[in-house]
């Protein structure tokens, strides 16, 4: 029924059309259930790398707060090479903890501490008040040195400080005048925030702007090409958690707000005069009678500003006796930000999947690239991709930003089933409507070739009994002389034995069809099998006036072959009759018959004709049931499709082979079979499909 329907309302195009639409239909529905689930394992694993830098931050956070909160600890008197140690009535004097040398780090890439006085001299730790007292506080000529240029240093940075316009750096100390001026400036215009910039905020940013070290190093934190839709959705759903869990929280349970940065007032003590008398001989304390000054200073919590050298400056206000000083602290910026940041970073797996950037205000300072990454060009152009978090420092490095961008995601714990789920259902929906692709064609040319199968077989079958029932009338009206009678009983007799012939082919194929063949295998010799079919095709080709040839040397015809008599006849007489079809308009009329035993323990039956051959692209088609090759000959040739398909049938089920070759002219169809050397008695075999 199902071939029937398909021959008869379908062909290929219809069906490669019904079955694109059910694939689609399947398909698409499919992919956008994968579709999701790829998305959401990779939001799954966008928000688990999301926690990771989350919790990164907070680290270097907490571990730049803790710097600061120990900076925030020194009293106004630490920023004094001396200062009083103990009780101030003991008059115990030593050097302050900032006069270490190396620099006392309370931050990573502290390059010095200085202070600036009301009258706006610069000072530092590093060194005392006078040089002649160095030698007795305990410095030698070449650790002075070095303080000292380690001093000048800073004041030279000081010094280019874009703060004063105008200035230009040079060898000489900077002025009493500069520092009145840096201090005063750094005091009204450093401060970082969402607060309108003062004069003072905006020159820096344009003297910054053209200096290599400076900020624009790698461009505008606005011309990133990032996408935040990912983020936006992370902390909307944290947004939404927080919400619930402060619902559900209990009043005492809820947590207290960071206390604000403020201003404290400390008691400060400081020797008034500078003292020279050694008291160990370490130097760390000395002692001598001298009047200690106790006073009480108002300190502010320090301010953060960058230089125009991209050296970082932390500065503090202090007052004492209405004075104003300004104390800060030098940073390098490179190294503060590899050890602060860049070093914990590259600590974690994190950094194989992101790449970190640091922002300062609205400009980038530094990109520390994903492990294995391409290098970023000069322009934040070139950096793009997934915004996986940002934050800002805590105050006073709120100015300071981390903004980690995705460089590639990591597989979620259930992408690898997901992948091979992928794999799995893409090769079932290829290979299914494939292979129904191909059954339908199948059906379809099947219903066709039975089609044309029973329209051949119809008029195969009309055509003989036509003519035996014209000859039969002919005979029994007494129309015919003796000569004539003769004849038409010979007509009678060669068109039933095409019936024979035919209606033997159909049965044979039924049964192939149904998987029922029965062979009755039995040794014979090649030569009984050549003399045998001589007596069946003879009278056939001399009608059709062809001469048949018997080729087979001695040693062939004695060769044994295993094969069921009957249907090795009809395999010959089939591949006779084809050529004798097939090569009726031939030069030569000429079938030659013959077997060769081979040195491999084989005999190959062949059967050629002198006809036109084979197109090269048909040899392997001629085989199957139904093919018929379209052509001008096949069209004036009568036949239903099925005799070489039964050939090849039959002498695969009898254990042979079928091969076929072109000749120069004609062709050679050929079938061999495993030679036998026991002569028995015939076996009947069970059934071979």
């Not at 579709?35 to 799954?44: D, R």
């Not at 400056?313 to 000083?325: I, T």
């Amino acid at each position: 029924m199902f071939p029937r329907l398909l021959g008869r309302h379908y062909d290929e195009r219809r069906l490669r059309w019904l079955l694109a639409a059910l694939f689609l239909a399947l398909a698409v529905p499919t992919a956008a259930v994968l579709w999701q689930a790829y998305g959401q394992l990779k939001w799954e694993a966008y928000h688990q790398l999301r926690g990771q830098a989350e919790e990164l931050t907070e680290r270097i956070d907490a571990s730049i707060a803790e710097g600061m909160a120990a900076a925030e600890e020194r009293s106004f008197a630490e920023y004094s090479f001396l200062n009083i140690s103990g009780d101030p009535d003991a008059g115990f004097v030593q050097r302050s903890p900032l006069s270490a040398y190396p620099v006392v780090q309370d931050l990573p890439g502290v390059i010095g501490y200085f202070q600036l006085d009301s009258e706006g001299r610069f000072s530092t730790p590093l060194l005392p008040d006078s040089e002649s007292g160095a030698s007795a506080l305990g410095l030698n000529n070449g650790e002075f040195g070095e303080r000292e240029a380690l001093a000048g240093r800073m004041r030279r940075i000081l010094a280019e400080s874009p703060v004063v316009e105008g200035r230009e750096a040079d060898d000489k100390p900077p002025s009493q005048e500069f520092f009145d001026e840096l201090a005063q400036e750094m005091t009204q215009g450093a401060r970082l925030g969402n607060e309108a910039e003062p004069e003072f905020r905006q020159r820096s940013k344009e003297a910054r702007a053209g200096s290599p070290a400076g900020p624009n190093q790698y461009g505008k934190i606005e011309d990133l090409r990032l996408n935040d839709a990912l983020q936006k959705k992370s902390e909307s759903l944290e947004e939404e958690q927080l919400d619930r869990a402060v619902e559900f929280k209990q009043p005492s349970e809820a947590v207290a707000a960071p206390s604000p940065r403020s201003r404290r007032v400390e008691q400060s003590v400081l020797p008034e005069t500078v003292v020279t008398e050694r008291l160990s001989a370490d130097a760390d304390q000395l002692r001598q009678d001298v009047r200690i000054t106790t006073f009480q200073s108002e300190v502010d919590p320090f301010e953060f500003a960058m230089l125009a050298s991209g050296e970082l400056v932390l500065f503090r206000k202090v007052w004492r006796d209405s004075e104003r000083y300004v104390q800060g602290i030098l940073i390098d910026q490179a190294r503060f930000l590899d050890e602060a940041v860049v070093s914990p970073f590259r600590a974690t797996t994190l950094s194989a999947m992101s790449d970190l950037l640091v922002g300062f205000g609205d400009d980038v300072i530094r990109v520390a690239n994903a492990e294995g990454g391409r290098g970023y060009s000069g322009e934040v152009r070139a950096m793009e991709g997934e915004l996986l978090y940002r934050s800002q420092l805590s105050s006073p490095l709120d100015a300071m930003a981390l903004i980690y961008s995705v460089r590639r995601l990591p597989a979620g714990p259930g992408a690898p089933v997901l992948g091979w789920t992928t794999i799995l259902l893409a090769a079932v929906f290829g290979g299914g409507f494939l292979a129904m692709y191909r059954l339908g064609v199948g059906q379809i040319r099947l219903a066709r070739q039975q089609q044309d199968f029973v329209s051949s077989v119809s008029h195969e079958l009309k055509t003989p009994l036509t003519s035996i029932r014209m000859y039969s009338e002919m005979l029994k009206e007494g129309w015919a002389d003796d000569e004539r009678r003769q004849q038409y009983y010979e007509f009678i007799h060669d068109e039933s034995e095409r019936l024979s012939r035919l209606i033997s082919n159909v049965l044979q194929l039924a049964s192939i069809t149904r998987g029922e063949p029965t062979f009755e295998l039995a040794p014979v010799t090649a030569g009984e099998l050549l003399d045998r079919v001589r007596s069946k095709i003879a009278s056939l080709a001399e009608r059709a006036g062809f001469e048949v040839a018997i080729e087979a040397q001695a040693e062939s015809r004695a060769a044994v072959v295993e094969v069921d008599e009957d249907c090795m006849m009809q395999i010959l007489i089939n591949l006779v009759d084809n050529a004798l079809k097939f090569s009726r308009n031939a030069a030569v009329k000429r079938v030659e018959i013959g077997a060769q035993a081979s040195s491999d323990g084989t005999v190959r039956f062949w059967v050629r004709d002198y006809g036109p051959g084979i197109p090269r692209e048909q040899i392997r088609k001629i085989f199957r049931l139904f093919y018929r090759p379209q052509s001008e000959l096949t069209r004036e040739t009568v036949g239903t499709g099925i005799g070489l398909a039964i050939v090849h049938q039959l002498a695969q089920a009898m254990g042979g082979t079928v091969d076929v070759l072109n000749r120069d002219p004609g062709a050679e169809f050929g079938i061999t079979f495993p030679c036998s050397r026991k002569i028995g008695h015939p076996a009947r075999l069970p059934s071979r499909r």
